[in-house]
């Protein structure tokens, strides 16, 4: 960043503190990972530099020969990653995937059936603060108390009786496989359209070890972060008869132009995605989030619907008395990096939570194996039981930075100069 480093150092130096951060940090939210140094080439590329609308072939800009190629490559790549007949790999966001599909299909207050974002779901699955909830109808469905897993009963129950003209499943927070035939058999039941936002699992169905949805939705909506551990974007996709409405969705539905370097770096995504280092990746992953999750059951944590199929566990703190808000920032003073998050039927406010989300998806990345979920495990034990005692966490602190150091950020082989 030599040149940044010139000419706007206060920037410069903000940009180096973030890096400091995450070498000397673990990362544990679990949306994130560390992207591979050719997506941060490909995001910081001249594709930045060009403005397009439309699709390849068939633009509103001259001067689009490299950028078709960029695209319909990325398109191809999504495709037979996920075995779809037809993908959009332009939404800026998982939001925005998530609203083009909407735009595309729905009508202002139609009604929609989405898992409530205090048990899993998101934000646009038509919670009341977000544009999904302000313009349509949604309806929750939510977890049996008993197993915390998703109610297919309560489900298909409220599908029978509102008719819902879609039904979104997947979540934010939500541990377990998704039974997709199930709900879709219930939205074939209504006459209803199926969605399935993939965000958090599509890495670990590119890798074959998570069930894939576009066997059975009609619409599957993604990020390229979060597991699938790439550009900072989003992507549909839909069988052949739905191309032309999806792609209207997005543009001119809800976007403009595309941003062609986020693009490209999204079609080196799906190719990575594709081979047999990223599958391994993925199976460690979910094995250390296992590992993880048996560890604090043994130091008397209560893990939501008892474990993960997963790369992340939904830890209830109400046992041991603390606040997600509270153990959120005592393991951020010790450098590992979690949220707060709501559990199910938590009664504290969504700013304090009863419980934290933990993710092993960039942890893994750094090399982490079974042995350091161990480690890992008794740090957060001994923060649950410290909080507040300076002491004691700047001594846990030491622990972080030997288990940071031992996991070299992208193996030292990148820097910041
Ligand atoms: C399930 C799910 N869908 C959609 C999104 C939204 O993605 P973005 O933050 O890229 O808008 C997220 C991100 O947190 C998510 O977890």
Redesign the pocket.
């Known amino acids: 960043m030599n040149k940044l480093k010139g000419s706007d150092p206060i920037l410069y130096s903000i940009v180096k503190e973030e890096f400091n951060r995450q070498k000397t940090y673990i990362e544990m939210i679990a ?1 994130e990972s560390y992207v591979p140094i050719e997506i941060m080439e490909l995001q910081g590329s001249v594709f930045t530099n060009k403005t397009t609308e439309g699709y390849p072939g068939n633009r509103y800009h001259g001067g689009c020969y490299a950028a078709d190629k960029m695209e319909t490559l990325g398109i191809e790549r999504a495709k037979k990653l996920f075995k779809a007949e037809h993908a959009n790999i332009q939404p800026h ?6 609203q083009a599909v909407y735009a595309a299909v729905l009508e202002p207050n139609d009604t929609v059936l989405g898992l409530r974002l205090d048990q899993g ?5 038509g919670n009341r603060a977000n544009f999904s909830g302000r313009i349509y109808r949604f309806i929750s469905y939510g977890l049996s108390r008993e197993r915390e897993l998703i109610d297919y009963e309560e489900l298909e129950k409220l599908a029978l009786k509102h008719r819902p003209r879609m039904i979104v499943t ?3 927070a939500y541990p377990r496989i998704i039974d997709f035939k199930r709900i879709s058999d219930i939205a074939k039941e209504v006459g209803g359209y199926f969605m399935v ?1 993939m ?2 699992v599509a890495g670990l169905v590119a890798a074959g070890i998570y069930p894939n949805p576009v066997e059975y939705a009609d619409f599957v ?1 993604s ?1 390229t ?2 597991t699938l551990c790439g550009a ?3 992507f549909i996709l839909c069988r052949r008869e739905y191309a032309k409405a999806i792609d209207k969705g997005v543009f001119p539905g809800t976007q403009g132009s595309a941003h062609l370097h986020i693009m490209a770096a999204k079609a080196y995504t799906f190719k990575r995605a594709g081979t047999e280092e990223f599958k391994n990746l993925m199976i460690q992953v979910v094995k250390n989030a296992q590992k993880l999750g048996e560890v604090l059951k043994e130091y008397g944590f209560r893990l939501v619907s008892e474990g993960t199929d997963s790369h992340l566990l939904l830890v209830d703190l109400r046992p041991k008395g603390i606040t997600g808000k509270a153990l959120e920032e005592a393991l951020d003073y010790v450098g590992i990096t979690v949220n707060k998050n709501m559990v199910p039927f938590d009664t504290e406010k969504p700013t304090v939570t009863s419980g934290i989300r933990i993710g092993t998806t960039a942890v893994t990345i750094r090399g982490a194996m079974e042995e350091d979920m161990e480690e890992i495990g008794d740090i957060i034990k001994e923060v649950s039981e410290n909080i507040g005692n300076k002491g004691k966490l700047d001594s846990i602190r030491e622990r972080v930075i030997n288990l940071s150091n031992r996991l070299p950020l992208y193996n030292g082989d990148y820097d910041i100069v």
């Open positions: 949306a966001s998982g939001s925005q995937a998530n779901g998101h934000l646009t699955h997947g979540g934010s936002d965000a958090h909506t990020t972060t979060k900072r974007g989003g």
